[in-house]
């Protein structure tokens, strides 16, 4: 017997979904939680560098605290996000 083609596939979700789009599905999770996390670092660390700038800072010490602050908050959205998605597939 015949193993299951694309249209007839049990899981409605992925009716019609080649290998490579299913794969590319279940894993856009996790690439937008590893975007989310250099944009945040990157975001803060230029927000910390203008503000250095700004003042006239000789020393970086708000890049310093904007690269830490994005790196907590995109390690937090990061855990999140993949921590969370492995309980839903429960």
């Not at 193993?3 to 979700?13: A, I, L, N, W």
């Not at 010490?61 to 309980?87: A, D, E, Q, Y």
């Amino acid at each position: 017997m015949p193993g299951p083609s694309d249209r007839e596939r049990r899981d409605p979700e992925t009716k019609g979904l080649s290998n490579l789009a299913e794969g590319y599905r279940k894993a856009a999770p996790y690439m937008g939680a590893s975007t989310t996390l250099v944009a945040s670092i990157g975001l803060f660390a230029w927000a910390g560098h203008w503000l250095d700038g700004k003042l006239g800072n000789e020393t970086p010490w708000f890049l310093l605290l904007g690269s830490l602050l994005g790196m907590v908050g995109g390690f937090v959205s990061f855990f999140r996000t993949v921590l969370g998605s492995g309980k839903k597939d429960r």
